[in-house]
């Protein structure tokens, strides 16, 4: 789907939000002032940190600059599960060198994707990616950080490989899209789930049966920004700013009201990233 549809209008401000997963630079983020302006536009509807996610190294060391250049702004480094044959020796060093700075609050994205292989040229076969992943286990729990997962199609794999491995103290699924049965599990195991606006999708069945099984202090909320624009604006660009339609059709699916699932989100997030409670540190 191509965004040629028109920017999403600025929802109802819903503070206090965080945006626990987006990727500022494939929003446009890609210097101070861009980055400024996208956090300038979130927080002007109440969403006002957000964790930046890399997916290649280059993704990596601009998730970490932007964390530098906006206190409003915290980054998550890993190299993708579609890329990890390209995890070689001096990859690992600056993956770990990045996801070791202060601002860097998870090791991210990584896990296994089983949709792209074989569609998607020079996407990393499913070897190389559980070695990536197993890598990338080890390196959350030597840095005492959470591990963020991106899992696609790939549940009963994923769930193995922590086990195996045994599992870093924080585990946060991003973009939660399985059902039930792996809801469950993953909260039997002790994850966080992370949702995105595949919730408002009236298609997503099973997504939508899960999001109320989820206790309070285990979901997080995510734009994936620029990807997965929520209802009603699919095909359209997302950015941070669009948190509070998730949001909402978040509480709606668990007949709770929005600002209270907003509290909780934020709550969660400041917790499992190990942010300062309240806001962001002043420049
Ligand atoms: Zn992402």
Redesign the pocket.
């Given at each position: 789907m191509s965004a040629t549809r028109p920017a999403p209008d600025l929802p109802d401000p819903l503070p206090p939000l965080i945006d626990a997963?987006?990727?500022l630079d494939a929003c446009g983020g890609t210097d101070a002032e861009s980055v400024a302006a996208i956090v300038d536009r979130a927080a002007s509807v109440g969403v006002g940190r957000v964790v930046t996610?890399a997916?290649d190294l280059d993704a990596a060391r601009a998730a970490v600059a932007a964390a530098h250049w906006d206190g409003r702004v915290y980054a998550a480094a890993a190299i993708h599960p579609t890329r990890a044959d390209t995890l070689d020796v001096a990859t690992k060093q600056e993956i770990e060198r990045l996801a070791s700075d202060e601002r860097t609050v998870a090791v991210g994205?990584t896990g296994l994707d089983w949709y792209w292989p074989g569609k998607l040229e020079g996407c990393a076969e499913r070897d190389a990616q559980i070695e990536g992943f197993r890598w990338h286990i080890d390196l959350a729990k030597r840095l005492g950080k959470p591990l963020m997962i991106?899992n696609r199609e790939a549940d009963d794999d994923v769930l193995r490989v922590l086990r195996e491995e045994g599992a870093p103290e924080t585990v946060i699924f991003?973009?939660f899209s399985s059902g039930p049965d792996t809801a469950r599990a993953c909260l039997d195991a002790g994850y966080v789930l992370s949702f995105a606006g595949t919730v408002s999708f009236r298609n997503a069945k099973a997504l939508r049966e899960a999001a109320p099984l989820v206790p309070s202090d285990r979901f997080l909320l995510e734009t994936?920004a620029p990807?997965l624009t929520p209802h009603p604006f699919r095909g359209a660009p997302n950015e941070p700013y669009c948190l509070p339609y998730t949001a909402r059709a978040f509480a709606e699916l668990r007949g709770e009201d929005p600002h209270e699932v907003a509290r909780c989100a934020t709550a969660n997030a400041e917790r499992v990233y190990r942010l300062a409670a309240g806001g962001a540190r002043p420049e």
């Open positions: 997963h987006t990727h996610v997916d994205e991106h991003h973009c994936d990807f």
